[in-house]
Each structure stands twice: as structure tokens, then as C-alpha cells.
């Protein structure tokens, strides 16, 4: 694990905050999402320094990593913007209570619903990614009898050198204009019309991304093309950079501090003020977006040991009382994390096990070939960096309840995600009542 102040072991424990891991299983139970605040506003604030060092600009957070109402007033409160997707996330963030200017709505196919309800809410930006996106914003601007402010998403073709399933700049992506093909004159077309207001650019390389090499390419792409519009007579004021910034999961990952983080966006900004006054452009606001990078370390996720299953020399089977439907980035990605049995920190992790769930899906693993300390059933599992894209894509796969999320503040620790019931899982079900056919004679 990636130790810090707030997640460390003590006497054989592990502690989250101020608390035992084994004592926050016993009172909020199992499977348990933890969460912990000094660790995300500590992030925040880096982020938010590292913009500031580059000049005017931004940090938006990217809602879809932990959509929560506490993490979003957590990002107000240290002045963050924030990035949706969805009309849900856009309702999240209004009931946190944020500034809806500071709102960027990104989606490659937003609704008209989505639309409709984005511009009621008053948002910033639209994030512009089709040309039926255009015109009905445009059009629905017009009957409101206003002149909305739009991003347009450009796509540098760039490689990430990450997983394929989250390169999102690659060639023939379905994110974005091509600045090599069609953005040029799809920019050109917004900048003509006259109930949209073309502020500038978005660019998101993909995720999970250590190298910087990849950032300064589709910066210096992106400011070529900047070049090309302004000699078209169209100013680019601003450039959002996106996110995407690598966190650690095992130890092949390297082990970031807040502050390294930071680095990695003050890279960005001296690439960005450089390329620009080579190329004697406006210096652009600068928007960030981290996601994973604000709230994926801060996760840990508690399960608590069920079925053992040895088959010597060939695999060990360790099953929890969580699986896909808690996490499914392994069977989306088959992605890796460490893990930890919490009530036997201090012992050496000399088994090689499979760590699987309780789902009736042979693929439903939390991980293979995982080093562990020797695991009894009754045992606390904590798997760690699990605060990012696990509660934000979890499911009711085999009608099985997203857990509750709990936020360790210091010597606080209460639930910001309730525990669903067996009532929740068929609240929104209706019972049709019917004649069933009489048997035939």
C-alpha cells in the first residue's frame, strides 16, 4: 500500500484515520466502501496550487471517479470546479451546492433532456463533441434568448501508452474532432453562429497515465492547431487539459505523494505557457480535470472472508462477501491492486492467492496471483486505491447491495452513501397483476 499519516499499521492493524480497519467493519459491516477526507482535500489543494503556479486557470473535479454529494461539497468547499456526464451527475452537483458556472458538461451523445436541463441549471460550459450536440444547443439557446458558452472536445491523436479500453485520443476515437480532419472547420462553424460563444478547447489523452511524454505531445499538438485557428482570426481563451493522471495500485505503480501529483499538472502548465508565446498566442485560462488522482488512493474497500479453497500447487481461492457488483474493474479491465488482510497487517504476505467474489460469474475476481498474509475465514480484506470508478460503477449484479460509503475524518467516521435495503433493491419494481391462463382440459 501507499502509506501516509491516514492509512497506516499499527500494533498488527491497519488504520484509516484515527480508526482500526477491523473496528470499521464491526459497526458499519461488510463489504464497506472507506473513504478518507484529509487525504482527498490534501489532493485538492495540491491540484489547486499547481494551477495556480501556471497563472489563471482551473481544477474541475471529474465527477464520474466518486460521485457523492460529501466529495463534491469536499471539492467546493477547496474550490474546484467540476466536470459531468450525465443529467445525474448535474444533479448531484446542484444538490452539493455548487457554483453551476463552474460546471463543464462533457458526453460524446448528450440528450435533449440532458441539454434541456443543463441550461435551466445555468451551467459554464457545454463540452461540445457532435455536431447534432451543436445544433441543438444552439437552437435551444436561441428560444431562451441567450448566448451559451461552449468548449469544443478536439482530439490531438495522441497514445496515452495506458490500457486501450481508457484511451480516449487515439485515432478514430468516438471522443471528439479530429485536429487533423474536421475540427478546423466544425470550430469555424461555431464561431459563426450567434447563440453559441466558442471559448475553447478540450482535450483528454486517456487515463491511467504516468508519462509525461504524452501530455507535452498533445500539448504541442493542440497548440499547433490553436496556431492554425488563430490565423483564422479565432482566439482560443480556453484550453482544457483534462485528467487522467496514473495513481498507485501495486507496487510496479509508482508511489505518488499529493505534491507529485501536483507536479505532474505544473508539467502541463509550463508546457502550455511555453508552446503559446513560441507561437505568440493569448496565454489560455487553463482547465484541469483529475478524477482517479483526487479520490482513488483515498478509497479502501473492507470484505469480510468467507470460503477458502486450496488447490496446492496450482491456485488458492480466497472468496469475500463483495465481488463485481462492489468492484468490476477487473472484469472490465482485469486492472490490479494490492490487498491486506487488516487484522494481520504485520504478518509477512507469503500466500499467492485469488481473491474472488460472491457473484455466480467465473470472472467475478477482485485479483489474481495477489501476495496476502495467510487468510482465515472471519478475516478483514482491505483492498486499496479503490476510491475511484468502484462505487461510481457498481451494480445490483445477482441483486446484491452497493455498500454503503463510509468518510473517516480524523476521529470522525459516518456513512456519506447509506446502506441500501432489501426494499431499495425493488423500489422502482411494479407488480402487474394479471388472469393467468386456466390450464387446458
Known amino acids: 500500500m501507499n502509506t501516509r499519516e491516514t492509512l497506516y499499521v499499527k500494533d498488527g492493524n491497519l488504520y484509516i484515520g484515527s480508526f482500526k ?17 484529509k487525504y482527498i482535500e490534501e489532493v ?19 465527477n464520474k471517479a466518486f460521485a457523492a454529494v460529501a466529495t463534491a461539497k469536499i471539492a467546493a468547499k477547496h474550490g474546484l470546479w467540476f466536470d459531468v456526464v450525465s443529467g445525474g451527475e448535474l444533479y448531484l452537483v446542484a444538490q452539493a451546492g455548487a457554483d453551476m458556472r463552474k460546471v463543464l458538461f462533457h458526453g460524446n451523445n448528450k440528450t435533449e433532456k440532458e441539454i434541456d436541463e443543463a441550461l435551466a441549471a445555468g451551467i459554464g460550459y457545454f463540452v461540445v463533441d457532435s455536431l447534432n450536440e451543436l445544433n441543438m444547443i444552439d437552437e435551444k439557446a436561441g428560444k431562451l434568448g441567450r448566448v451559451q458558452d461552449v468548449l469544443v472536445r478536439v482530439n490531438p491523436g495522441v497514445s496515452a501508452h495506458t490500457y486501450e479500453a481508457v484511451m480516449t485520443a487515439a485515432p478514430f476515437s468516438k471522443f471528439g474532432f479530429d485536429v487533423h480532419g474536421d475540427a478546423f472547420d466544425v470550430i469555424k462553424d461555431v464561431a459563426s453562429r450567434k447563440n453559441v460563444n466558442f471559448c475553447g478547447l478540450h482535450v483528454h489523452i486517456g487515463s491511467q497515465i504516468y508519462d509525461h511524454s504524452s501530455y507535452d505531445a498533445a500539448t504541442d499538438i493542440t497548440t499547433d492547431f490553436m496556431k492554425r485557428l488563430a490565423d483564422a482570426g479565432i482566439v482560443t481563451d480556453m484550453l482544457d487539459m483534462g485528467g487522467g493522471y496514473g495513481i498507485y495500485y501495486t507496487d510496479e505503480d509508482p508511489k505518488f ?4 501529483y501536483a507536479y505532474t ?5 509550463r508546457r502550455v505557457a511555453e508552446k503559446t508565446a513560441e507561437k505568440g498566442l493569448k496565454k489560455p485560462f487553463l482547465i484541469v480535470e483529475p478524477g482517479r488522482s483526487i479520490v482513488g488512493e483515498a478509497g479502501v474497500t473492507l470484505y469480510t472472508v468467507g470460503a477458502i479453497k486450496d488447490f496446492p500447487g496450482v491456485k488458492k481461492y480466497v472468496a469475500v462477501d463483495g465481488g463485481m ?12 491492486y494490492s490487498a491486506m488482510i487488516a487484522n494481520k497487517a504485520d504478518k509477512p504476505a507469503d500466500d499467492i492467492v485469488t481473491i474472488a467474489g460472491k457473484c455466480c460469474e467465473s470472472g467475478d475476481l477482485i485479483g489474481k496471483d495477489m501476495p496476502l498474509q495467510h487468510a482465515e475465514t472471519g478475516d478483514i480484506l482491505a483492498v486499496f486505491s479503490t476510491g475511484a470508478y468502484n462505487y461510481s460503477m ?23 452513501v447509506r446502506p441500501q ?3 431499495d433493491l425493488l423500489r422502482n419494481n411494479t407488480c402487474l397483476l394479471y388472469t393467468s391462463p386456466s390450464p387446458r382440459d
Not at 505523494?257 to 507529485?260: L, S
Not at 499538472?265 to 502548465?269: A, D, Q, T
Not at 457488483?325 to 490490479?336: I, K, V
Open 265 to 269: 499538472v505544473e508539467n502541463i502548465g
Open 44 to 62: 485538492c489543494d495540491a491540484f489547486v496550487a499547481a494551477v495556480g503556479s501556471y497563472g489563471e486557470g482551473a481544477v474541475a473535479f471529474a
Open 325 to 336: 457488483f462492489d468492484n468490476p474493474r477487473y472484469a472490465l479491465y482485469e486492472s490490479r
Open 421 to 423: 435495503t432489501y426494499q
Open 21 to 37: 480497519a477491523t473496528e470499521l467493519a464491526a459497526r458499519f459491516g461488510t463489504p464497506l466502501y472507506v473513504m478518507d477526507a
Open 257 to 260: 505523494t499529493p505534491k507529485r
Open 394 to 416: 457498481a451494480s445490483n449484479y445477482n441483486l446484491n447491495a452497493v455498500p454503503p460509503v463510509v468518510l473517516v475524518d480524523g476521529d470522525k467516521a459516518d456513512y456519506i
